[in-house]
């Protein structure tokens, strides 16, 4: 049986005119280029990319601050076209990557955590700091930092107040946007753990956008992987970390870092500089960088293949080529 979506994207295009100088005029760039996501209810789905490659546009998108320039936004199967940007704020939040920059530094921890209700004018205002309260519980924060700003905060306790703030109008989905980037690493699986926790207490449903897959593999269901754009491979998470298939899945899984000191420095072999995209290559776009390039990588886009629910964006499952065998995957001892 197909699970049902909190949140689903029907290819998604988003398009940015971008000047190329006082004489030149300007060129499209698209930033999110005919994607197709499914978030199932209750589910962590993580999204995965290098910077540049859409997630962040993606996520402006779901929270409806940015509108695709074509394609569809699903909230629980309903368009968004039907909703105002207050009615998406009351089913989606989210959690910024830097607490630093994400709080108003002028204003007491009291009356961040509430302004959801404010704007939103949920409940009585008598009632707002008892429910305050509530959440400051809840996210393991004492009582006493209401009356802090938060300049008064470490880093953890700055994301426990934007977690707070984000969960106070009880939303459906959460949007995580590298939501532990900024933090040390100490803090970092604490806050991951905490996330874990609310989601089973709440009911939530998350979209983890990250581009560290140690986070990504510790807390997601499934996963899709962004490159310029497009959605290259989506799996369920022990499927793809177990079997990538995708030439650019295997290079992000392979830079990553292991506590085996004779490995060294990981290198994804993929080159130092990323494709302009204003003019991206033609046919598959990663074919530049990618070490089992074909001929017809070069002129012709590949199509979606799936084989269950594993699917991939290249030639080498879509028909013109026989999948790698395990040596020249590359795969890691």
């Known amino acids: 049986m197909t699970e049902a979506a909190a ?78 940007r207050r009615q998406i704020a009351r089913r989606i939040q989210p959690i910024f990557q830097d607490p630093y920059s994400s709080l108003n530094p002028t204003k007491s921890i009291e009356s961040i955590v509430s302004q959801p209700l ?62 532990t980037s900024a933090l040390d690493v100490s803090v970092q699986s604490q806050i991951l753990n905490l996330l874990q926790d609310l989601k089973e207490e709440f009911g939530l449903t998350y979209l ?18 962004m490159y310029l754009g497009r959605i290259v491979e989506e799996a369920d998470s022990d499927t793809l970390f177990n079997d990538p298939r995708h030439p650019y899945t295997r290079a992000l899984l392979g830079s990553v870092l292991t506590p085996e000191p004779r490995l060294g420095v990981p290198d994804t072999h993929l080159g130092a500089v990323f494709p302009n995209p204003i003019d991206p290559p033609p046919g598959c776009t990663f074919h530049p960088r990618c070490p089992d390039c074909m001929a017809i990588c070069r002129s012709e886009p590949p199509r979606p293949a799936s084989d269950g629910g594993h699917k991939t964006e290249c030639h080498l499952y879509g028909g013109a080529g026989a999948p790698p065998t395990a040596t020249h995957r590359g795969d890691n001892p």
């Open 7 to 84: 949140l689903e994207t029907v290819d998604v295009t988003c398009v940015f005119q971008v000047s190329q100088g006082l004489l030149r005029g300007s060129k499209p760039l698209r930033a999110v280029n005919g994607v197709s996501l499914k978030i199932p209810r209750g589910r962590v789905v993580g999204l995965v990319g290098e910077s540049g490659c859409g997630k962040s546009t993606m996520a402006n998108i779901l929270l409806g601050l940015q509108r695709p320039s074509s394609g569809d936004v699903l909230y629980s199967g309903d368009s968004a076209a039907g909703f105002s």
């Open 118 to 179: 404010r704007i939103h004018n949920v409940g009585a205002p008598s009632e707002w700091s008892a429910r305050v309260g509530e959440m400051l519980d809840v996210v393991g924060l004492p009582r006493r930092v209401a009356s802090s700003y938060p300049s008064q905060l470490s880093g953890g306790q700055r994301q426990r107040v934007a977690i707070a703030r984000a969960l106070i109008m009880r939303p459906e989905v959460v949007i995580c946007d590298e939501p």
């Open 208 to 225: 983890l956008i990250s581009h560290n897959l140690a986070v990504v593999q510790h807390m997601a269901d499934r996963v899709a992987v």
